[in-house]
């Protein structure tokens, strides 16, 4: 490193210092206001911002600049356009306009819109995003934007993250004030999200289609060791991996991601990152980088890396956890439990409604998490079930317990302030009871969600999250807003209790991989959707689309073009994951697999020769056995090519949806396992591609 890394930190950002560098003051003071108030921009700011990021940009190598956005695919997008401006005699200037920092028009056609873009207004719009920095990448100025259509509406995963943060902030800010928190006049949501990866062999990679064309392993034999020695999970780290880690860190921090903390995972071949967390915008957008930049600096150290929830069947998949809270503009976050009783009623109101929110959005919450390559996770025994529940830890739920109990709480409170200083003298530490099986834990200052799959953009969960948690805050204070002063302590306790023990169905601290939990939870009416079929048509249920189109989220036509997106994105991925193992099932298994008995057969026929001399039982039986497995491995894959040209002409876009996961995902499996059982008989060097055991353990 030929910096230290306060220099290198950042060093690639348009942030805080440069702007204040840069600009003018009263340009600075007016995009500052834009930042933290969100207000509009007017445009002889935008022109005095756009040059002063244009010559920061030229400054450090910069060409080009691109508008950077996040359509429906879960990935991002940028087109390229470069500063140069011919001025005559063949000469050129660079420049760039406050018009073209603010606003940018993309064709949309190509991008998934769920049919709310009509094909003949292709056109779409991308408006920048001042509260996500721009950065310098490859020689070009990146500039965060939202991306929607012509008539409005939203076609990205930021537009509706900014606008729950936005609900969120005025639901909350309502609520404190109330509550005598007058100084505070926004709160915005935090997230810290831990990636989960896999690192394999670029070699490797290379041979096997089904990582190229569905990022996971159609076929594969587990290897005689697998992850059962729990000896990868914070091991040191192997010289190759270290070097990457390094690298990406240095990669990370130049963008002004903080990223902090990284370890080997469970998995062999499985590693984490995480950074130091952020507002829930910015965080997204560093997150989608930091996916970026793992696969770009893996190429660079001659590794692939694996970003996909299931990359290796038998193996831990990888998710992301997805911590989250709320903090005041004066610096307060609201879920610390805090030391003095008036912070403790903050974050009890505070908790209380989070606790509604989970309950009484769960299935949105789910939805929020569901994709094809998720659901190989979740209930699987390495990752929460598919069940959403909150785990608080013991000390927090005997705290509200005694709450709840406490029949005569008011009237020994009436005629002091301090609910907490009773109930709460001994809890202002993190308990970390760390229960790894919940979903939705509170983890001392903050709570963990940790259904995420791995490639999947932090946003929609966080859109959930934010929205749903506004709207219990709003029916929380609705309760509130006309108590007087003098006996506004005795009616929130009293709303406290009555809100958790309305929701305490939803507290679960137990172990959550157990069948008991499922049968409990049953019990308790939660909600329990397995896959992602089961979990979409929650999206367009009446009481989830009027908490969007209420907060001004989604509205409904946005609603129902997302739903169709993630259908449609479900039955897309599994009919590809079918295509690409019938490809190589054909193109290679049988191949490989007819090779082997041919070897085999020759050598039958030969022994038979001399067969008064040898016997020759095991090699008919070891025959019989690959023949067996080659007619049947024959006979499914014909039937999965069967089931899934008819799966594809269903029209229904959920029933769709609901025949590739009963009919051609149980085809795949059926097929897989007869493959498998077949890998494990043939010779090391007969398949054309790498197995599990080398991708595994030579990195
Ligand atoms: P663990 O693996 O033990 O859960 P890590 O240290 O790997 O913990 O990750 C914890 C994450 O939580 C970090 O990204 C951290 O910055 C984040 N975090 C801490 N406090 C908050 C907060 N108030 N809001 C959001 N995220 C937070
Ligand atoms: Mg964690």
Redesign the pocket.
Do not use: D, Q, R, Y
């Given at each position: 490193m030929s910096k230290l890394v306060p220099e290198l930190y950042g060093s690639l950002v348009f942030n805080d210092k440069i702007m204040r560098d840069k600009l003018p003051k009263d340009i600075y003071k007016a995009l500052r206001k834009t930042i933290d108030k969100n207000t509009h921009l007017e445009l002889d700011v935008a022109n005095a911002v756009a040059i002063a990021m244009k010559e920061w940009a030229v400054e450090n190598g910069a060409t080009h600049f691109t508008h950077w956005f996040q359509p429906m695919t879960g990935y991002t997008a940028e087109k390229h356009d470069s500063f140069i401006s011919p001025v005559g005699d063949g000469e050129v200037i660079m420049e760039f306009s406050g018009k073209e920092l603010v606003k940018g028009e993309p064709d949309a056609s190509s991008f998934p819109s769920g049919g709310l873009r009509a094909t003949f207004e292709a056109r779409g719009y991308t408006a920048w995003d001042p509260t996500s920095p721009a950065f310098i990448k490859d020689g070009t100025l990146y500039i965060p934007t939202a991306f929607c259509s012509y008539s409005g509406e939203a076609l990205d995963k930021k537009t509706p993250l900014l606008r729950s943060m936005e609900t969120l902030s005025k639901s909350a800010t309502r609520v404190l004030h109330v509550l005598g928190e007058t100084d505070v006049t926004s709160v915005s949501t935090?997230?810290?999200?831990?990636q989960e990866y896999f690192l394999i062999d670029k070699e490797d990679y290379k041979k096997r289609k089904d990582l190229i064309f569905t990022g996971r392993t159609l076929l594969g034999a587990m290897p005689p060791k697998g992850q059962e020695m729990e000896d990868h999970y914070f091991g040191a780290l192997k010289p190759r991996v270290a070097a990457y880690m390094h690298d990406l860190d240095e990669e990370l921090w130049k963008l002004g991601i903080p990223a902090?903390?990284k370890h080997n995972e469970v998995a062999p071949a499985q590693h984490e990152l995480?950074?130091?967390?952020d507002t829930t915008n910015v965080a997204a957008d560093h997150n989608q980088l930091t996916m970026e930049m793992m696969k770009k600096v893996a190429d660079r150290h001659g590794f692939v890396c694996l970003l996909h929830e299931k990359p290796f069947d038998g193996i831990n998949g990888s998710g992301k956890?997805n911590?989250?809270?709320m903090?005041t503009n004066t610096g307060v976050?609201l879920l610390n439990p805090g030391k003095t009783p008036s912070e403790n009623t903050v974050f009890l109101v505070f908790l209380s409604a989070v606790i509604k929110a989970v309950d009484e959005y769960a299935d949105l919450l789910r939805l929020s998490v569901a994709s094809a390559g998720n659901d190989h996770r979740l209930g699987a025994n390495e990752a929460p079930p598919a069940i959403i529940s909150i785990f608080l830890g013991d000390d927090l739920t005997e705290i509200l317990e005694s709450i709840i109990m406490k029949e005569d709480v008011t009237d020994v409170k009436a005629e002091t302030m301090d609910i907490g200083a009773k109930v709460l003298p001994h809890f202002y530490r993190d308990t970390t009871d760390r229960n790894r099986t919940s979903p939705f834990a509170f983890?001392g200052?903050?709570f963990?969600f940790r259904s995420l799959g791995s490639s999947l953009s932090v946003s929609g969960p966080n859109i959930v999250l934010n929205t749903a948690v506004a709207e219990a805050l709003d029916q929380l204070y609705e309760e509130l807003k006309d108590v007087p002063e003098e006996k506004m302590d005795k009616a929130v306790l009293k709303l406290i209790r009555r809100t958790i023990s309305e929701h305490k169905r939803v507290i679960f601290n137990g172990n959550g991989y157990s069948d008991e939990w499922v049968e409990e939870a049953e019990k308790r009416g939660l909600y329990n959707l397995k896959s992602t079929p089961d979990a979409l048509p929650v999206f367009i249920q009446d009481k989830n689309v009027s908490l969007f189109t209420k907060h001004g989220v989604f509205t409904e036509t946005e609603v129902f073009s997302r739903y169709e997106i993630l259908l449609e994105n479900y039955s897309k991925t599994i009919h590809i994951e079918s295509l690409t193992l019938q490809d190589m099932v054909k193109h290679e298994f049988l191949p490989a697999l007819m090779k082997y008995i041919d070897t085999v057969s020759t050598s039958v026929l030969k022994r038979k020769e001399l067969s008064e001399v040898l016997p020759v039982k095991a090699e008919m039986k070891m025959l019989g056995k690959l023949s067996e497995g080659y007619e049947s491995v024959f006979d499914l894959c014909d039937k999965l090519k069967a089931d899934t040209e008819a799966t594809e002409q269903i029209s229904d876009s959920l029933e769709n949806a609901k025949a590739y996961h009963d009919v051609v995902i149980k085809d795949m499996e059926e097929l897989r396992t007869v493959a498998d059982e077949m890998e494990a008989l043939l010779p090391r060097d007969v398949l054309p591609y790498p197995r599990y055991e080398d991708m595994l353990f030579y990195v």
């Open positions: 935090t997230v810290g999200p831990e902090k903390t995480a950074p130091v967390f956890h911590n989250w809270s903090s976050n983890t200052n903050k963990e």
